[in-house]
């Protein structure tokens, strides 16, 4: 078969497989509340697009999955309305889990859901956004879309990207991916391993960046807000916080609050699910309240674990923890380790985190521990809460290396827009 048969042969695949999961997606939505709300989110997309973005306007395209993905482009959009004031940021998600929490974040001009990568669809949205400049956040390969963008001479990129040697682009029937990444003008990659498997494929427009994640933390951590009910909660204890948890996480943390009273614990549930949440209030011996529950006059003197059943303050809540939990690692992969090192925290998650680089580099350098059972979890527990000293040393270490890996997003302004 030659490359062109190919490659023809994979598009076609490539436009059926879209179109079915469309469908797939459109027959979930019927018991499916998010599969409802990315049905839902994408009718009457163009005519919403047409009607919001001037022919006029200047676009800069922000292409982001989901939450984790916006947290990652996030830092470059701030950088585009700080020293690039004559753009209009157009922020599109793919997931619900993004769009929905992100929907009215003001640091975009226009947001959207992606619509489903048809080649009708992609000329409908490109006609309408007429970008200027588009940049895709980490993974996010839809051919059709790089295919137009690259048609039109749209300035394309991706950010925050990072390669396996297992990934369709490295494997002998990878052709269509392989010319996607053509449309790329710069690809800037996580680490050198991505930069040296893109070389060996001939790609050369590659630059080592590092991740923009850590600018977004840096970020965070210089605005953290104060939150006086924690404060209260905590006291003169230490505490113990546990993020973006799921129930496995959960069974194994339960052992290791009731083992340690005189702890303070924050567990921050990945799904506010009441039926989780009731459970870890009920199996706490020491005492258990719910955040959206208290007010000033609520005694917490005596509550050894707060669940926070709310979003968007996690973050500020490590500022005053001793240790963090990370959650995820006993599902498809942990949730965001470095809010909580920036806060210079020893850090420990259940073990899938293979797939992401800090969380390894972490690993190997002592800042943060795998843990699969409640022994693994007491074990690396017990000496850096009863020795001060271990403590500060891998505290420190945390610190240290998210502040050595600040820059990604500079580098990044400084190529795709003082060019």
Request: net charge positive; glycine share 6%.
């Amino acid at each position: 078969m030659s490359r062109k048969i190919a490659i023809v042969t994979s598009m076609f695949l490539y436009n059926f497989c879209v179109a079915v999961y469309a469908r797939l997606i459109a027959l979930a939505s019927l018991w499916n509340n998010k599969a409802r709300l990315w049905t839902a989110g994408r009718k009457g997309i163009f005519e919403r697009m047409a009607a919001a973005i001037s022919p006029s306007d200047r676009i800069v395209w922000i292409h982001v999955a989901s939450l984790g993905e916006f947290e990652q482009g996030r830092p470059v959009m701030e950088r585009i309305k700080a020293d690039y004031p004559q753009y209009k940021i157009l922020l599109t998600f793919f997931s619900p889990s993004g769009y929905e929490v992100r929907k009215n974040y003001k640091g975009a001009d226009y947001i959207f859901y992606m619509p489903i990568d048809t080649p009708r669809n992609v000329r409908r949205f490109l006609d309408l956004a007429h970008p200027e400049i588009a940049i895709f956040v980490k993974y996010e390969f839809w051919i059709n879309y790089l295919t137009q963008l690259k048609r039109r001479n749209v300035r394309t990129f991706v950010i925050s990207a990072i390669f396996r040697p297992n990934s369709i682009f490295f494997r002998r029937y990878g052709y269509l991916w392989r010319q996607a990444l053509d449309s790329f003008e710069q690809i800037f990659v996580q680490n050198e391993e991505s930069r040296r498997l893109l070389h060996d494929i001939g790609f050369d427009n590659v630059v080592v960046a590092g991740d923009t994640r850590f600018d977004r933390v840096a970020a965070i951590a210089e605005g953290v807000k104060r939150i006086c009910l924690i404060e209260r909660f905590k006291g003169d204890s230490h505490l113990f916080v546990a993020g973006s948890t799921w129930r496995p996480d959960e069974e194994i943390l339960q052992p290791l609050i009731n083992n340690n009273p005189e702890i303070k614990f924050v567990i921050v549930p990945h799904e506010m699910d009441e039926c989780r949440i009731n459970r870890i209030i009920a199996e706490t011996t020491g005492g258990a309240v719910r955040y959206t529950q208290c007010d000033d006059s609520t005694p917490l003197d005596n509550v050894q674990v707060l669940v926070l059943d709310t979003v968007g303050m996690l973050s500020s809540v490590y500022r005053y923890a001793s240790w963090a939990y990370i959650g995820g690692g006993f599902g498809a992969g942990i949730h965001n380790t470095l809010e909580a090192a920036i806060f210079a925290l020893p850090i420990a998650f259940g073990p899938n985190y293979s797939k992401f680089k800090e969380a390894r580099d972490m690993v190997a350098l002592g800042a943060a521990a795998k843990v699969e059972t409640v022994t693994d979890l007491e074990a690396w527990f017990a000496p850096l809460r009863d020795n001060t000293e271990l403590r500060a040393r891998v505290s420190s270490t945390a610190k240290d290396y998210t502040l050595k890996n600040i820059g990604a997003t500079s580098l990044i302004m400084k190529i795709a827009f003082e060019h």
